[in-house]
C-alpha cells in the first residue's frame, strides 16, 4: 500500500504565504517525480510545478512565487507558495511516480489533496 497524504493548506489573505507538504509512506522502493497539481472549482486540474532530481519547473503564473523542493530521506515534497493571490484559491494535489519493488515500473500515485483559499 501506497499512501501520499498532503498537509498544510488553509485560509490566508492576499499577499500571504503557505507551505504545503506531501508524505508519502507504505511500500516503496523508489520515488522518481514528483509534481503538485491544484483544481480550483469548475476548473480542470491544473499542473503547478514538478521536481525530478535537481530540477523543477513550474507552470508560468507561480514562476517567482512558488518554490517545490523534495526531502528524499522523508520521502516528502513541498511548495513553498508567497505572494499569493485569490487566483491561488484551488485544492492542491501531490502526484508521484513509485516504484514499489526492484523489478517494478514506475506508477503515478495521487494524494487527497488540501484546500487553500486566499482571500480577505
Known amino acids: 500500500q501506497v499512501q501520499l497524504v498532503e498537509s498544510g493548506g488553509g485560509l490566508v489573505q492576499p499577499g500571504g504565504s503557505l507551505r504545503l507538504s506531501c508524505l508519502t509512506s507504505g511500500s516503496i522502493f523508489s520515488i522518481n517525480g514528483m509534481r503538485w497539481y491544484r483544481q480550483a472549482p469548475g476548473k480542470e486540474r491544473e499542473w503547478v510545478a514538478s521536481i525530478s532530481g535537481s530540477s523543477t519547473n513550474y507552470v508560468d503564473s507561480v514562476k517567482g512565487r512558488f518554490t517545490i523542493s523534495r526531502d528524499a530521506v522523508k520521502n516528502t515534497v513541498y511548495l513553498q507558495m508567497n505572494n499569493l493571490t485569490p487566483e491561488d484559491t484551488a485544492v492542491y494535489y501531490c502526484?508521484?511516480?513509485?516504484?514499489?519493488?526492484?523489478?517494478?515500473?514506475?506508477?503515478?500515485?495521487w494524494g487527497q489533496g488540501t484546500q487553500v483559499t486566499v482571500s480577505s
Open positions: 502526484n508521484a511516480d513509485i516504484k514499489r519493488r526492484m523489478i517494478d515500473g514506475y506508477s503515478k500515485y
